[in-house]
């Protein structure tokens, strides 16, 4: 391809065909034609559509939730058992890590599995995981339900994103950007209110989420999926960016910001707590947690408030906010603010809410059916890269190389840099691409698909 818009074509097949191909998994036509795949219903009208998002949509808000949920309970591990903040962002390393490997190995599982085993397994290592986190009693613990929770995580995220997509595209994409950002907000603030105010914080936060994670089980568990498994499983497992041709390019562009917004998550979810608490002179686990609550929630409004401006305006908005916030925040800090360090963190949520928004909407509307796992496991590669990796350089620079503000700053400035790679990325993708996958104004549950041929 040389920046040309592919040709598409309507795959207009017989009714029979169409459902045959979209039956495997969640999606509208298989949630028209067969009342249990996806509740009982028979209209497609938006609200019916919209139902069936929220199952998908709440369990990446419960499983992102859940990950946050020890980031207010840090300190308080750490005056237990005594370990520095490289132990801190070393723990949450391997949480990313596994969600990595996870999305490696199983990011494509559900296309041949199916949905429901892919998230019913998933859901079930989230459990065990909020078993060991509750039962906790030194560092190996921690290190234990991290991966537990990683790999539980990085295997459902790829299926939970697709069944989104297979229900409404564009409402599924929309989903695919908020849930994540609502779900850390979620936990770190439930997570901050029950160690600040309820008896025994380091169980109960855990026992609620184990109360979520099996209604949610038992949803997944009364879906009926319309067809058994499709061969290519054992190709499946094995790891590989499952990216396609057409696609690579944009994502490329794209990854930048991506890899820029999570890691500012990354930072927030491990070391801000700690700086919150010393620019406030307060020992709050709410005042802890409330960096990570602010920077993902308003990225979450952003994300629905920004949801009809065209992509790569917001992404061009994004990466400016990100570069502003980043900027104040390291000014913040040096003047030793928590109100300029809060204010900061609100710009950067915009920031982050529109770069992940328009990095997934520049990518996401173009994968066609049967690509959308694998696709969205590779974006969410991306994304928890940007998460783990510097989150654990931070913690030594925060031991080895000046203490919080200093790491405060190296962050900063990686952010910004990153922003302006992207920037200077979007400016080198000069093609602009259609949509691969379109509805035919005759029949709506027919797809169009690129020609393979152009």
Not at 107 to 113: E, K, Q, T, Y
Not at 135 to 157: K, P, V, Y
Not at 293 to 308: H, Y
């Amino acid at each position: 391809m040389t920046g040309r818009t592919p040709a598409v074509r309507c795959a207009c097949s017989s009714a029979s065909a169409s459902h045959s191909a979209s039956a495997a998994r969640w999606g509208p036509t298989a949630s028209r034609r067969s009342p249990t795949s996806l509740g009982t219903h028979h209209e497609d009208a938006p609200t019916s559509r919209l139902r069936d998002l929220l199952l998908p949509a709440s369990i990446v808000v419960s499983l992102l939730a859940s990950s946050s949920a020890p980031t207010p309970l840090y300190a308080k591990y750490s005056d237990q058992w005594h370990f520095s903040p490289i132990t801190t962002t070393v723990v949450f390393g391997t949480y990313c890590i596994a969600v990595l490997a996870a999305l490696l190995v199983l990011g494509r599982a559900s296309d041949h599995l199916g949905r429901r085993p892919v998230l019913l397994g998933a859901l079930a290592l989230q459990i065990v995981a909020m078993v060991v986190f509750s039962e906790a009693g030194d560092i190996g613990a921690l290190f234990a339900g991290r991966i537990l929770q990683g790999f539980g995580t990085g295997s459902a995220l790829g299926a939970l994103g697709a069944a989104m997509l297979d229900v409404d595209r564009e409402r599924g994409t929309r989903a695919n950007a908020v849930a994540p950002g609502l779900g850390s907000g979620i936990g770190a603030l439930s997570s901050g209110l029950i160690v600040q105010y309820l008896p025994a914080p380091t169980r109960l936060v855990y026992l609620v989420f184990i109360g979520v994670f099996l209604a949610q089980a038992l949803g997944v568990a009364l879906l009926t999926e319309a067809t058994g498994r499709r061969p290519g499983l054992r190709a499946a497992l094995i790891p590989e960016l499952a990216v396609p041709r057409h696609l690579r390019r944009l994502l490329l562009a794209v990854a930048p910001v991506l890899f820029a917004v999570w890691s500012l998550g990354g930072f927030y979810g491990s070391l801000a707590p700690a700086l919150a608490r010393q620019l406030s002179g307060s020992d709050s686990a709410v005042i802890g947690g409330l960096g990570l609550v602010v920077l993902t929630v308003v990225s979450s409004v952003t994300i629905v408030a920004f949801a009809r401006i065209p992509p790569r305006t917001v992404m061009f908005l994004g990466i400016t906010l990100l570069v502003l916030g980043s900027l104040g925040t390291l000014l913040a800090v040096e003047a030793s603010s928590v109100t300029g360090f809060f204010a900061c963190t609100l710009v950067c949520g915009i920031g982050f809410g529109a770069g992940f928004q328009g990095g997934m909407r520049t990518v996401v509307p173009l994968v066609a059916e049967h690509e959308r796992a694998g696709v969205l496991s590779s974006i969410y590669v991306i994304c928890y890269l940007g998460m783990g990796l510097p989150a654990v350089v931070a913690g030594i620079l925060v031991v080895h190389g000046g203490g919080l503000s200093t790491a405060t700053r190296d962050y900063s400035l990686f952010v910004v840099t990153f922003a302006v790679a992207t920037l200077i990325s979007l400016l080198r993708v000069r093609g602009r691409t259609r949509p691969a996958s379109l509805t035919c104004a005759a029949h709506d549950d027919v797809r169009c698909a690129p020609s393979p041929n152009r």
